[in-house]
């Protein structure tokens, strides 16, 4: 086995082995994420759930109580219809301002409450904003670790010239080959055309742009 595939075998395990932390890194990373977001946002519901039951019963209280409070005027006025009862239906209308006044306080306050619950941090959206910063945070790391599998994988071949080749090129070129092709003809334009000859045959024109 050659140097260079053993060179290309060592640094692709070490690429498979940075890949594999990664992908390891990644997944932990996430889930790590995923029940922090769990917690928080069961957090988040939990928080406001004992106040949304009794802002639904004090919501039910008040349908029920204004029904009441409705039921009792129709009987006063059907009792001032038939009966001129003025003195209850007076009685009854003051009742039912009075009551109807509490039934509102007690709306506001049911109102205050679920807002005071919807305002206390951190809410749903709070929480969805934390975990994208972290995200970025730690993609940050991904690529610093991703950059070290593509810079391992970029040196499984060397994109120099080996020693070796270098070495034959300047025998070709050095050593007077371009004469003993030219044979007896030692004009200077067949001594070119055998230098030509040797440089077409051994490539070295099409690489003007990546010299040995």
Known sequence: MGRYERAAKTSLKEATSLAASIIDSVRQDLRREEVRLEEEMSDRVNSVQATLNEVASIQDAIIAGSLDVKKELEKA??????????????????????????????????????????????????????MTKDLLKLSGSWEASAR?????????????????????????????????????????????????????LTGEDNFNNYPL
């Open 77 to 130: 006025k059907k009792r001032l219809v038939k009966y001129g009862d003025r003195d209850l239906m007076v009685t009854q209308i003051i009742g039912s301002a009075t009551r109807l006044g509490e039934l509102r306080t007690l709306h506001l306050d049911a109102v205050n409450r679920i807002q005071g619950a919807l305002a206390r941090p951190p809410s749903a959206v709070d929480i969805i904003e934390r």
């Open 148 to 200: 070290e599998i593509d810079e391992s994988i970029a040196d499984v071949v060397d994109a120099n010239a080996p020693i070796e080749m270098i070495e034959l090129n300047r025998e070709m070129d050095n050593n007077g080959y371009d004469l003993i092709l030219a044979g007896e003809d030692r004009s200077e334009e067949n001594i070119q055309k055998c230098q030509q000859k040797i440089r077409s």
